[in-house]
């Protein structure tokens, strides 16, 4: 089956400073994901982008699904960023493939 | 909208007892999913219903099972719980259309223990 693998598995940064997290994944995909695992272990839609490049707030991310990958970027970090990041991807009949996540925590 | 609703938030059982996880959608989804969450892991998918009637087994689905009630409703049930179904179980939905758009929205999670 497909592969995802997310890099790196933990970073630490102070409040403020810019991250980059990554995702590459094994085989072509028709649909990508990335969420935001808070501390309470509740799951949050970050985006949906299968290709191309969104933005929301400080957040975007970027798939380049030729290259099979994907990255998150955080801009100016707040410590309620903290959390685990997941990429997970589709490769058809609606399966959905988790990386391992990115713990990331902000200190203040 | 309330979205993706789960109950119970928290469970303990003793191996060898059963239940019933329930899961809910109020967008009008028509497909359905539950996962498991481990430690330190990723989500790993047990079970699917593309539509209402239809059910798949997903990457984990031994010692599952699933009832796809009606459309809004999605059940996983645990007949004899084993110790290694400890986890956290996730319930999502999607909207599934042409050309493969499939976003999927997660519950709160409900936290199984097995004692």
């Known amino acids: 089956g497909i592969q995802v693998e997310q890099s790196p598995p933990d970073l630490i940064l102070q409040e403020g400073a810019n991250s980059t997290l990554r995702c590459n994944f094994s085989?072509?995909?028709?649909?990508l994901q990335w969420f935001h695992q808070n501390p309470w272990g509740q799951l949050i839609n970050l985006f949906y982008?299968?290709?191309g490049t969104k933005q929301n707030g400080r957040l975007s991310a970027t798939t380049v699904a030729t290259e099979r990958y994907s990255l998150l970027y955080i801009s100016s970090s707040q410590t309620t960023d903290s959390g685990v990041y997941f990429c997970?991807?589709?490769?058809?009949?609606?399966?959905?493939?988790f990386g391992q996540g990115t713990r990331l925590t902000i200190n203040p | 909208n309330a979205g993706v609703t789960q109950t119970p938030k928290f469970q303990v059982l003793k191996t060898g007892q059963s239940m019933t996880l329930q899961c809910a959608q109020d967008?009008?989804?028509?497909?359905m999913y539950w996962y498991r969450q481990d430690p330190g892991m990723g989500l790993r998918l047990i079970y699917y219903?593309?539509?209402?009637?239809?059910?798949d087994k997903g990457e984990v689905p031994n010692g599952y099972n699933v009832s796809r009630l009606n459309k809004r409703e999605f059940s996983l049930r645990l007949e004899s719980a084993a110790p290694s179904q400890t986890s956290v179980y996730f319930c999502?939905?999607?909207?599934?259309?042409?050309?493969?758009?499939?976003?999927?929205?997660f519950g709160p999670g409900t936290r199984l223990t097995v004692l």
């Open positions: 999502a939905s999607s909207q599934t259309r042409g050309g493969g758009w499939n976003e999927q929205f």
């Open positions: 982008i299968p290709s």
């Open positions: 967008m009008n989804h028509n497909s």
């Open positions: 085989d072509s995909v028709n649909n």
């Open positions: 219903s593309a539509s209402e009637g239809t059910t």
């Open positions: 997970a991807v589709e490769r058809g009949a609606q399966k959905l493939v």
